[in-house]
């Protein structure tokens, strides 16, 4: 039996063979498609940052399922949550971020590992010797336990100043210019399939701070430092978007580096007015248009989703209304504005989804996210029939010479074409009517079939 779903509610033109479906659609610019799906279709996430109470607002929480592909723990994997104690770490609510966002088919960005906010003292009262071996023991403990289930950490956090120096933080005073790149080693070691950012604030356009970043990072990519990635943090002012970002974002990524918007928001003085919001939607409009100008922007983070969720008005008193969502959760002019730029001109993209002829206990799903030239993104839905699953091993084979080059959710294995996906330690487990999602990103010629996956329970 074939069956076909797919997110985005545009009109289908199916092409029907003997063991599976290929849809082909041409996803519309409309608020209706989820910012997530927008997102994917250009090879980009689009995610939020959610708390642990977060998740107890459940309108905001399907909320967030719905937009975001990608979660960031606002808190809960911070010095502080993790390691309150010398050598005693507490994973729960970190880890309750982690069990949202799989449910919700999310990946997680981690954020973050070596930070002067947000640190008990016990840490920073440390001599330089003691610090130096509690940061790495620090980032090898919290780092393991989140191995497979967190595809990028933000590792060092804020470590210049506003003149492009490094800021005196008892880090830097204590450990001196090596402690980044020291973090950075012990966190390749630690997971060395996770993406690792340097990620801080006002970096966003070119200035002396950002400067400061970027010969850090030519440095380190000089040095053989292994660092993959640089966050800008994208704190912003309505109306006052660098008209310098996507010239910051390409000379970053020019290193051989990512660079990923990681807690966007725009705020205003409050309360907002109709043309407030209409310079903030062109605003928003700026910085996606900034990152899909530049290949290697792989994506967007809001700090929070809707503005009754955000840390601006306990901070910035008299400002807020800075996401795009509203109090009430209903979609602003920038929501529209955010969802137009990642919608304008997307690639089309492929579902097939294939229902095993033989009971095999789950079936699987897969779709293609995203493409762009050489390469590609897909994620395949792992579903459980009427009994629960607790193992699943998904298999497919490539007719097109594509390859998976990372994955996440899975642990995948390919030899030649032939491609076999298995559960990660933390999805084996499906509930009966549930599902589970992995993916991947590939590389691919022009022509990428979506194949026919084969599910079977452990
Ligand atoms: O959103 C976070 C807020 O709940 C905390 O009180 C605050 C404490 O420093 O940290 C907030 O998140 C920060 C992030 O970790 C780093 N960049 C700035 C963010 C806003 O302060």
Redesign the pocket.
Same mark, same amino acid.
């Given at each position: 039996m074939i069956s076909t779903s797919s997110r985005i509610g545009a009109a289908v033109a199916a092409a029907v063979s003997v063991v599976a479906l290929t849809v082909v659609l041409a996803p519309p610019a409309s608020a209706a498609t989820p910012l997530r799906d927008l997102a994917a279709a250009k090879g980009r996430y689009f995610g939020n940052?959610m !708390?642990a109470g977060d998740f107890n607002d459940a309108g905001y929480r399907s909320l967030s399922a719905r937009e975001a592909g990608v979660v960031t723990p606002? #808190?809960e994997m911070?010095w502080d949550a993790t390691e309150p104690n010398r050598g005693t770490f507490a994973f729960a609510r970190g880890d309750q971020v982690v069990a949202g966002a799989v449910a919700a088919g999310q990946k997680v960005r981690g /954020? !973050?590992l070596v930070?002067h #906010? *947000?640190t008990p003292t016990w840490a920073s009262n440390l001599s330089a010797t003691e610090l130096r071996s509690a940061m790495v023991n620090h980032i090898t403990t919290v780092m393991g336990h989140y191995k497979g289930k967190v595809f990028a950490w933000?590792v060092v #956090?804020?470590a210049f100043a506003e003149n492009g120096t490094r800021r005196q933080s008892f880090w830097q005073q204590k450990l001196g210019d090596g402690f980044i790149a020291d973090a950075f080693r012990a966190a390749r070691a630690a997971d060395p399939t996770a993406k690792l950012y340097y990620?801080d604030?006002n970096t966003d356009g070119v200035g002396a701070k950002s400067d400061g970043v970027y010969n850090m990072v030519k440095a380190f990519k000089q040095q053989g430092v292994p660092i993959d990635g640089v966050g800008l *943090?994208a /704190?912003l002012v309505v109306g006052q978007v660098p008209s310098t970002m996507q010239q910051n974002i390409q000379r970053l990524a020019d290193l051989g580096v990512d660079v990923a918007v !990681?807690?966007l928001d725009i705020r205003m003085k409050t309360p907002s007015d109709s043309s407030k919001l209409a310079q903030q939607a062109q605003d928003y409009t700026k910085v996606v248009n900034a990152c899909l100008a530049v290949t290697r922007c792989v994506g967007i983070t809001t700090?929070?989703l809707s503005d009754n969720h955000?840390?601006i008005p306990?901070?910035f008193p008299g400002e807020g209304a800075a996401l795009p969502f509203d109090n009430n959760l209903q979609p602003k002019p920038a929501y529209n504005a955010m969802s137009a730029a990642f919608g304008t001109g997307g690639p089309t993209t492929t579902t097939t989804t294939t229902t095993d002829p033989q009971p095999t206990g789950c079936t699987a799903a897969y779709r293609v996210t995203g493409q762009w030239q050489g390469g590609f993104q897909a994620e395949v839905e792992v579903s459980a029939g009427s009994t629960p699953v607790t193992g699943w091993t998904v298999t497919w084979s490539f007719v097109n010479g594509q390859s998976v080059s990372s994955s996440w959710n899975a642990v995948v294995t390919t030899s030649g074409g032939a491609v076999s996906a298995r559960n990660a330690d933390h999805n084996g487990s499906i509930a009966a009517g549930s599902s589970t999602t992995f993916g991947f990103v590939g590389t691919s010629g022009s022509t990428n079939s979506a194949p026919s996956p084969t599910c079977r329970a452990a």
């Open positions: 940052a !708390t606002g #808190n911070k /954020h !973050t930070w #906010n *947000q933000d #956090n804020e990620n604030y *943090q /704190h !990681t807690e700090w929070g955000s840390w306990g901070v």
